[in-house]
């Protein structure tokens, strides 16, 4: 398995250390190349071309799109249930207030909310994850946390921008090849 998931990281980035906190949890084996962010190496800048930074994490390379994209999408349905689990019971992750966790998550999951409406895919429903659309929902209605977030259709314009410019990245790339 460590043939199949590869991580290329900064050995002092908290982001990758995160990353591979994730992959040990997991029990998953995973080979590691260290980067040297001053000196970028062509893997790095070939594998992430728009933002050339770590960690960037490499799994079975040699899948096909579909298949990828599948596997992709069950590891992210694995952690939403997680967050679930953790979440049951609780209004916020700490508890009665939000705290940390809840607005760490929120932004990256609002994000998501956004990506999957531009995608036109629903992979986080109410059926499937009431819990996190439940504490979505009421993270929304709190006017705090409302004055933070861009106006819906300047965000939708950004993705859309955004993944139109990966898509015809990844479609050069796959002509070359």
Request: with cysteine; hydrophobic share 45%; net charge negative.
């Amino acid at each position: 398995m460590a043939d199949e998931i590869k991580l290329l990281r900064l050995w002092a980035s908290p982001f990758c250390q995160r990353v591979e906190l994730a992959l040990k949890l997991k029990g998953l084996q995973y080979q590691l190349i260290d980067e040297d962010i001053w000196n970028k190496s062509e893997l790095l800048l070939q594998s992430n071309p728009v933002h050339k930074k770590v960690p960037v994490l490499f799994h079975n390379a040699y899948l096909g799109k579909d298949k990828a994209q599948e596997d992709s999408i069950e590891l992210f349905s694995q952690q939403l249930k997680m967050l679930e689990a953790e979440l049951a019971g609780k209004d916020y992750f700490g508890g009665d207030s939000i705290g940390f966790v809840d607005i760490a998550a929120f932004f990256i999951m609002h994000v998501y909310g956004v990506v999957q409406e531009v995608k036109e895919a629903e992979l986080m429903t109410q059926e499937k994850f009431p819990v996190l659309v439940q504490w979505l929902a009421k993270l929304e209605a709190n006017d705090l946390v409302m004055e933070c977030l861009q106006p819906s259709e300047k965000h939708l314009a950004h993705v859309r921008a955004r993944l139109s410019v990966l898509d015809e990245e990844a479609a050069s790339k796959t002509k070359a090849a």
